[in-house]
């Protein structure tokens, strides 16, 4: 079986403190955004009849197209997510890595600690999923879902930048242990 490339464990931190930074601004720009607006005030309810009153709905809901997709909020965990393909698809050219690599790592004492690149990927990937759905679901029009969706990866990025906890990676080697993914038992080999 080949080696596999270890890879300095400070890097995936470095992108993830980055990151971080991102998800928390893309999380602030979608709670003042349409996502969590409702169209006549904050949990504003509209009279259906003498006696009862119903929520009134959210602008995400009432919003065109347009205006989802315009949501500053939106945009920006866009281009996160879009940030998180390049990590998955192409990891030795995405951003964060090559500034590391180039400006921050030739500054750092030799790496002591080296790490397999496969769970660092994989989380990317987690990132990916989770922004994807709050942006489709967005899309859909259905109201707090950019805003949580946000809140999620950036919680996720800010355990992995702060503590060294990357829970993407934490769940690649459960799956690895059930053998879903990575290594293959001997019948594989």
């Known amino acids: 079986m080949a080696e596999v490339p ?3 464990a400070r890097g995936p931190r470095f992108a993830a403190s980055i990151t971080a930074v ?13 996502s969590t607006r409702a169209t006549e005030g904050f949990f504003a309810y509209a009279p259906l009849s003498d006696e009862s009153f119903a929520p009134s709905p959210w602008a995400v809901q009432q919003g065109s197209l347009i205006d989802r997709i315009a949501d500053p909020g939106f945009l920006l965990l ?6 998180f393909v390049w990590g998955v698809v192409a990891p030795r050219t995405a951003p964060w890595g090559v500034l590391y690599r ?3 790592q030739p ?6 600690e080296f790490e397999d690149p496969r769970p660092p990927r994989f989380a990317q990937g987690v990132g990916l999923v989770v922004t994807a759905v ?3 679901l967005h899309l859909a029009g259905v109201p707090w879902a ?3 969706a946000a809140a999620m990866a950036f919680v996720a990025a800010f355990l992995n930048a702060v ?10 080697l459960v799956l690895q242990r059930a053998g879903l993914i990575g290594r293959r038992g001997p019948a594989a080999a």
Do not use: M
């Not at 503590?163 to 690649?172: A, E, I, K, N, P």
């Open 163 to 172: 503590f060294g906890l990357c829970l993407g990676c934490q769940l690649y």
């Open 22 to 34: 991102l998800l928390l601004v893309a999380t602030l720009l979608s709670l003042v955004g349409i």
């Open 6 to 8: 270890r890879i300095d």
């Open 102 to 104: 180039q400006v921050v």
């Open 146 to 148: 950019l805003p949580v």
């Open 134 to 136: 709050g942006l489709v």
């Open 78 to 83: 866009l281009v996160i997510a879009l940030l």
């Open 107 to 112: 500054r750092l004492a030799p790496p002591t």
